[in-house]
């Protein structure tokens, strides 16, 4: 049983940064690809941000890019979301997600229904 447990959330002005961490236990989280994906209030999932487990190849929606990094550290099994500039619109719940290693999924990794596993999420508030 994978699970995938976020942390890192909460409260920032307009201009701070966080980091927000993905810790997976109960697989082989080195052949995972993986995503950051948001919910605001009101609105639908969006997708974020994405790292393959081949080689490392990144993907971000453009509102993020330049602002956002995303990247993995297998030995710890976690995956980061490094968020500077942050602004409000960037409030939302951010939820972490796995998908069990498929190969050449390259820019589908963006959408949600490619993934096997979630996490809770966690709570990202940024005032103006």
């Known amino acids: 049983q994978v699970q995938l447990v976020e942390s890192g959330g909460g409260l920032v002005q307009a201009g701070d940064s966080l980091r927000l961490s993905c810790t997976a236990s109960?697989?082989?989280?080195?052949?995972?690809?993986m995503g950051w994906f948001r919910q605001a209030p009101g609105r639908e999932r969006e997708f974020v941000a994405a790292?393959?487990?081949?080689?490392?190849?990144?993907w971000y929606v453009d509102s993020v890019k330049g602002r956002f990094t995303i990247s993995r550290d297998n030995v710890k099994n976690t995956v980061y979301l490094q968020m500077n500039s942050l602004k409000p619109e960037d409030t939302a719940v951010y939820y972490c997600?796995?998908?069990?290693?498929?190969?050449?999924?390259?820019?589908?990794?963006?959408?949600?229904?490619?993934?096997?596993?979630w996490g809770q999420g966690t709570q990202v508030t940024v005032s103006s």
């Open positions: 997600a796995g998908e069990r290693g498929s190969p050449g999924l390259g820019r589908r990794l963006m959408r949600g229904n490619e993934y096997d596993y």
């Open positions: 790292i393959s487990w081949i080689g490392g190849s990144t």
């Open positions: 109960g697989g082989t989280f080195s052949r995972y690809n």
